[in-house]
């Protein structure tokens, strides 16, 4: 049996954390009730998985001698190959640099499990932006955008001096997994007449980034995965990012980008207004340097333009590779790529 299923067994799941979750709210002497939620069961053959599960706990708490019930989200995240103990060294080191206060937070970290290869981190409550984009909410969508370009900027104004890179790998286009060789030899293989652009592109990429990072001593804490779905909308004011697998050491121009692709090709694609995807994009651009009180030179739109476009080839090959096979989704992404920088030269006008 795949060690991995443990983690779905109510019985097991429920002594497993009084034992190591217990102990860290004192507050409370017991846990009543564990629901289940799978967001990610992926298992093969015996030793091979990749998990992301929601617990809802139900702790007892006792108040005036009175027992209550107070239910807390828990996340676990477990991987049999992938690092995961990074994720849980990256939550506690932006933790203790106070990033669980005020209106731009993350998961609070709990426990790391070396048997499981997983990080227990207690959950954020509310829902991701990309919800509000299929709802269109256009309210919300503007909204949480803003407060998302802001949220940004506190991690990025972050003093990283002390900081390690959590994830190395993941710190350049060149390696970012699965990792360029990896992505060529598939592409030649199962779509071949995407092979020289790939190359070329590839080839590009990682040189322009190479060459800002030789010409520059300071790096700075990046997000690595910034799309909406990985930000949570907890309140009128309160937001919160998730998933810190990618967070590393770089330029923080890769969120920019990556966040100005990313909402745009969601809403693009649930709204269909280029129009009102251009103007998500203002928006977040706005309120990004209206915060960081940075210029906006050439310099950093080209290093913004060079992650938009890697970016749009690695959602491309997202819909090239896998059970998520979309060809007709990825060539409009690979065509956008193409056409160079002249999306981004419209919003940055």
């Known amino acids: ?13 429920k002594d497993y954390f009084k034992e190591n979750i217990l102990p860290l709210y004192p507050q409370f002497s017991d846990i009543k009730k564990v629901k289940i939620v799978p967001h990610k069961k992926m298992m093969w053959e015996d030793v091979a998985y990749h998990i992301v599960c929601e617990y ?4 007892v708490e ?3 001698n009175n027992k209550k019930i107070r239910k807390l989200p828990i996340f676990c995240s477990a991987h ?21 206060q005020g209106y731009r937070t993350i998961p609070r970290p709990l426990y790391f499990s070396q048997n499981f290869n997983a990080v227990f981190y207690r959950g954020v409550k509310g829902n991701n932006l990309y919800h509000y984009i299929k709802e269109h909410d256009f309210k919300s969508i503007e909204e949480v955008s803003a407060k998302t370009a802001k949220w940004f900027v506190k991690l990025h104004n972050l003093d990283s001096s002390d900081a390690k ?8 286009i060149l390696t970012v997994l699965p990792g360029k060789e990896h992505v060529l030899e598939t592409i030649k293989n199962e779509e071949p007449h995407y092979f020289d652009l790939y190359q070329k592109a590839y080839d590009y990429f990682i040189k322009y980034e190479d060459d800002f ?12 995965d910034a799309h909406p779905e990985n930000v949570i909308k907890m309140g009128t004011k309160k937001i919160a990012v998730i998933d810190f697998t990618d967070l590393c050491l770089g330029d923080f121009a890769r969120d920019i980008g990556t966040f100005l692709q990313q909402i745009s090709y969601m809403a693009g694609r649930k709204i269909n207004d280029e129009n009102y995807s251009l103007k998500l994009q203002r928006i977040f651009l706005d309120n990004y340097f209206d915060n960081a009180k940075i210029k906006l030179d050439d310099d950093l ?13 690695r959602t491309a090959t997202f819909l090239l590779m896998g059970t998520h096979y979309s060809p007709e989704r990825a060539k409009d992404l ?3 790529m193409e056409s160079s920088y002249t999306e981004l030269i419209k919003v940055f006008k």
Do not use: C
């Open 1 to 13: 049996m795949n060690k991995a299923e443990k983690l779905f067994d109510p019985n097991y799941i």
């Open 56 to 59: 809802e706990l139900s702790f």
């Open 62 to 64: 006792i108040v005036n």
């Open 80 to 100: 049999s190959h992938e690092r995961r103990y990074n994720v849980y060294e990256a939550l506690h080191y932006l933790w203790d640099k106070g990033f669980g």
């Open 165 to 172: 890179n959590f994830n190395p790998e993941n710190g350049r």
């Open 213 to 224: 990072l030789q010409k520059t001593d300071k790096l700075y804490l990046v997000h690595g």
């Open 301 to 313: 739109k080209r290093r913004i333009s060079n992650y938009y476009h890697w970016t749009a080839l």
């Open 334 to 336: 690979l065509k956008e």
